[in-house]
């Protein structure tokens, strides 16, 4: 059984450009959540996502970041402009929502490890 | 708001020797505990839950009891390895609530 699949697992690109991380969710879940993790600030939830709706998007840093979510199986992070301090790793999680608060467990993926120079 | 504390890392410890890492939640609700581990260069996985007071949960060796009176939920093995050099996270999800909430994470290093 495949699980949390993102794309691509490393990405160095050069200050401005633009960057979108991808990822497809376990099939059957319905909720998805982007965090970043730096050896600075730790895991930090950035949006959240049930039955592809954003739920909390109060951890996106600023609008350089925007997230989407255009059906189950596939969900989109994208940084325009990129800039240096954006560099850090970047995991999607997805889990199942009976429908009544959070999904009981989160499943992670691997991450993608995003340099900016 | 709702929040986890974890002791601060990292820890170090020789083989075989016994683990606790701390871990306090804030006590509004009936939240869910959970531990994640994340080794070197993947994503956090579930190691154990517990899903209310008293609770334990256990995995790999690894154990954690629910303390509701304490509002504690401190994980603990009775002896590591190498192979558990990892970073160790706390979170709770509050059974009403829409999110997870994770503690800064606990780094573990075990020596041979």
């Known amino acids: 059984d495949a699980g949390v699949i993102q794309s691509p697992r490393h990405e160095v690109t050069e200050m401005g450009q633009e960057v979108t991380l991808r990822c497809k969710p376990i099939s059957g879940h319905n909720s998805l959540f982007w965090y970043r993790q730096t050896m600075m600030r730790g895991l930090e939830l950035l949006i959240y996502?049930?039955?592809?709706?954003?739920?909390?998007d109060s951890g996106m840093p600023e609008d350089r970041f925007s997230a989407k979510m255009p059906n189950a199986s596939f969900s989109t992070l994208k940084i325009q402009p990129s800039e240096p301090r954006d560099s850090a790793v970047y995991f999607c999680?997805?889990?199942?929502?009976?429908?009544?608060?959070?999904?009981?467990?989160?499943?992670f993926g691997p991450g993608t490890r995003l340099t900016v120079t | 708001g709702d929040s986890v504390t974890q002791m601060e890392g990292p820890v170090t410890l020789s083989e075989e020797a016994f683990l606790t890492i701390n871990c306090t939640y804030t006590?509004?609700?009936?939240?869910?505990l959970f531990w994640y581990v994340q080794y070197p260069g993947e994503g956090l996985q579930l190691l154990l839950k517990a899903t209310k007071a008293d609770d334990k949960g256990s995995n790999k060796g690894f154990e954690a009891t629910y303390r509701k009176e304490t509002t504690s939920f401190h994980l603990e093995k009775g002896s590591v390895q190498v192979s558990d050099s990892a970073v160790y996270f706390c979170a709770r999800r509050d059974n009403y609530g829409q999110n997870f909430v994770f503690g800064p994470g606990t780094r573990l290093s075990v020596l041979p």
């Open positions: 999680a997805s889990g199942f929502n009976p429908g009544q608060g959070a999904p009981y467990e989160q499943y």
């Open positions: 996502f049930n039955n592809n709706v954003p739920i909390d």
């Open positions: 006590a509004t609700g009936y939240p869910s």
